[in-house]
């Protein structure tokens, strides 16, 4: 009788598509905010409303403090490790663990400044996290899905910072379970 390699899992395509479609879709979210506070503090500095920029760094760095990093962070666990530890997913991963550096040093940077380099590093964060983002979708998610040891929704299931608020279930599997 013949018997599933060990690294093979039972995957649901449907809940895999799911995964994928919750992930984008809180990616673009993510962005699509991420673009609009950045044009705000942008404009801010443009004109000169120094009362209007305070308030939209202050904004800005709160996102980036409660939304962003929380969500760099938590790839690095289960969305990461899987592709990590594959030779076909090391390097992309390695990469992308290194953009998460440079936009955590790039909120920092924004936290610190004020004027015309608060407006470039918020626009040099909204760049990397745009890019960042479509390497995720265009060549990371898509890995995951179709490696049959690894598992988008089991990744992010109950994962509020990587799906936002859109639930991903993994029948069969307790939260926690790793990819």
């Known amino acids: 009788m013949d018997q599933p390699a060990a690294n093979t899992l039972n995957?649901?395509?449907?809940?895999?598509?799911?995964?994928?479609?919750?992930?984008?879709?809180?990616?673009?979210?993510?962005?699509?905010?991420?673009?609009?506070?950045?044009?705000?503090?942008t404009r801010a500095v443009q004109t000169g409303d120094t009362v209007a920029e305070h308030d939209a760094h202050e904004v800005l760095v709160e996102w980036c403090e409660t939304e962003l990093v929380?969500?760099?962070?938590?790839?690095?666990?289960?969305?990461y490790g899987g592709p990590r530890n594959m030779p076909e997913g090391r390097l992309l991963v390695e990469g992308m663990l290194a953009e998460h550096q440079v936009i955590v040093g790039l909120v920092e940077e924004l936290r610190g400044s004020t004027g015309v380099p608060a407006a470039?590093?918020?626009?040099?964060?909204?760049?990397?996290?745009?890019?960042?983002l479509d390497k995720e979708n265009r060549l990371l998610m898509p890995f995951i899905v179709a490696s049959p040891g690894l598992s988008l929704a089991r990744a992010v299931e109950g994962l509020h910072e990587l799906v936002g608020e859109t639930p991903v279930h993994q029948h069969g599997t307790k939260h926690g379970d790793s990819v």
């Open 120 to 132: 470039v590093a918020a626009g040099s964060i909204r760049n990397i996290f745009a890019l960042h």
């Open 70 to 79: 929380p969500h760099a962070l938590a790839e690095e666990g289960p969305l």
């Open 11 to 41: 995957k649901n395509p449907d809940e895999e598509s799911g995964a994928l479609a919750a992930v984008e879709q809180h990616h673009a979210s993510m962005l699509k905010r991420l673009n609009a506070l950045t044009a705000t503090l």
